[in-house]
C-alpha cells in the first residue's frame, strides 16, 4: 500500500504541472482538475487521475494544491464547490496580496477548510530541484502535517499573508533588478554592443550587491544614513550621467528618469549630505 499522501491538484499551468510531475516522480498518488481538461492529458499518461469535477478533486486528496493565476481566480473555481472544502486542507500557490491572501484565508476558513499559503520562489523549471524554495504561513500544525509532501518548505509563521509578503519582496527585487538589466542591454545595443558582450561585467556587477545589502541593513535598522561612505549628492550625480547617457542614446529613458526623479526627491527633503540609503525614509510613504 501506498503510504504516501494523496495530493490533489487544481489548476494545471506550467507551475501546476511542474508540481504534479514532481509529486509523482516522488510516488505520490495525483488528482488533477483544469479548466480546460486536455492540459491533463501527459500527467494522466505519467500516472495522475483526471477529476470529473472541482468537487471532486477536492475531496479526492488527503491534500488539495491549488495553482491558479490568482485568488479571483480561486474563487471563481472553488465558489460553485464551497460545501467540499468542510474539513479539506488547502496550500494555496497562487500569487497575489497579503491582504487578500489573509482575506482568502478566512473564506476558506468560513467553510470549514484549512489555509496554508505558499510562495514559490523558482519558476516551474526550478520545482523539485535542490535549490527550490517555497515560503509557506499558516497554521502551524497542519502545515507540520503538509510538511513531507511539499517541496522544500520556508515556514514564516501563522499569519497566512506572511508567505505571500516574503513572495512579494522577491518579485520587487526580481523585476527592478530585470528591468535594469534589460536597460543596459538596450544602451549597449544602442552602442554597437551585445547582451553577450557585456554579460561578464552585468555578471560582476550584480555579484557585487549581497556586501551592498548586508552593509546597508544594519545601518537602515539602526536609523543611520550617514554620508561617510556616499553621499545622495554623489549618487544624484551618478543617476543623472545614467540618465544623460541614454538620452543621448536615443533609447527609452521611462526608467532611469524614474531613478534620478527618486534622487531628486531625496535632494529636495534635504539628504543631499547623507547616505543614498536615506531614500528608503521616501519609499516608506507614498509620493506627496
Known amino acids: 500500500?501506498?503510504?504516501?499522501?494523496?495530493?490533489?491538484?487544481?489548476?494545471?499551468?506550467?507551475?501546476?504541472?511542474?508540481?504534479?510531475?514532481?509529486?509523482?516522480?516522488?510516488?505520490?498518488?495525483?488528482?488533477?482538475?483544469?479548466?480546460?481538461?486536455?492540459?491533463?492529458?501527459?500527467?494522466?499518461?505519467?500516472?495522475?487521475?483526471?477529476?470529473?469535477?472541482?468537487?471532486?478533486?477536492?475531496?479526492?486528496?488527503?491534500?488539495?494544491?491549488?495553482?491558479?493565476?490568482?485568488?479571483?481566480?480561486?474563487?471563481?473555481?472553488?465558489?460553485?464547490?464551497?460545501?467540499?472544502?468542510?474539513?479539506?486542507?488547502?496550500?494555496?500557490?497562487?500569487?497575489?496580496?497579503?491582504?487578500?491572501?489573509?482575506?482568502?484565508?478566512?473564506w476558506v476558513a468560513e467553510h470549514g477548510g484549512v489555509h496554508i499559503t505558499g510562495g514559490v520562489t523558482v519558476p516551474p523549471s526550478g520545482i523539485g530541484k535542490p535549490e527550490s524554495s517555497t515560503f509557506y504561513s499558516g497554521p502551524r500544525a497542519p502545515f507540520e502535517a503538509a510538511r513531507p509532501t511539499l517541496t522544500r518548505t520556508d515556514f514564516r509563521g501563522e499569519d497566512p499573508g506572511l508567505a505571500a509578503l516574503f513572495y512579494q519582496i522577491g518579485m520587487v527585487m526580481f523585476w527592478t533588478s530585470m528591468l535594469g538589466y534589460w536597460q543596459a542591454i538596450a544602451l549597449a545595443d544602442a552602442n554597437g554592443l551585445t547582451a553577450a558582450d557585456i554579460l561578464p561585467h552585468a555578471t560582476d556587477t550584480m555579484a557585487s550587491l549581497p556586501d551592498f545589502l548586508a552593509f546597508y541593513a544594519a545601518r537602515i535598522d539602526a536609523g543611520r544614513h550617514d554620508g561617510d561612505v556616499d553621499r545622495l549628492a554623489m549618487g544624484t550625480a551618478s543617476v543623472e550621467h545614467v540618465l544623460h547617457t541614454n538620452a543621448d542614446a536615443g533609447v527609452d529613458t521611462t526608467l532611469p528618469a524614474a531613478v534620478a526623479g527618486l534622487f531628486r526627491r531625496g535632494m529636495d527633503a534635504g539628504h543631499a549630505t547623507g547616505s543614498f540609503s536615506s531614500l528608503v525614509d521616501l519609499l516608506k510613504k507614498p509620493a506627496a
Open 1 to 106: 500500500m501506498n503510504s504516501k499522501q494523496h495530493v490533489s491538484v487544481i489548476g494545471l499551468g506550467p507551475m501546476g504541472q511542474a508540481m504534479v510531475h514532481a509529486l509523482l516522480g516522488a510516488g505520490h498518488p495525483v488528482t488533477v482538475w483544469n479548466r480546460t481538461a486536455s492540459r491533463a492529458g501527459d500527467l494522466v499518461r505519467e500516472g495522475a487521475v483526471l477529476a470529473g469535477t472541482v468537487e471532486e478533486a477536492l475531496t479526492a486528496g488527503d491534500l488539495v494544491i491549488l495553482s491558479l493565476t490568482d485568488y479571483d481566480a480561486m474563487y471563481a473555481v472553488l465558489e460553485p464547490a464551497a460545501h467540499a472544502l468542510n474539513g479539506r486542507v488547502l496550500v494555496n500557490l497562487s500569487s497575489d496580496t497579503p491582504e487578500k491572501t489573509r482575506a482568502g484565508a478566512r
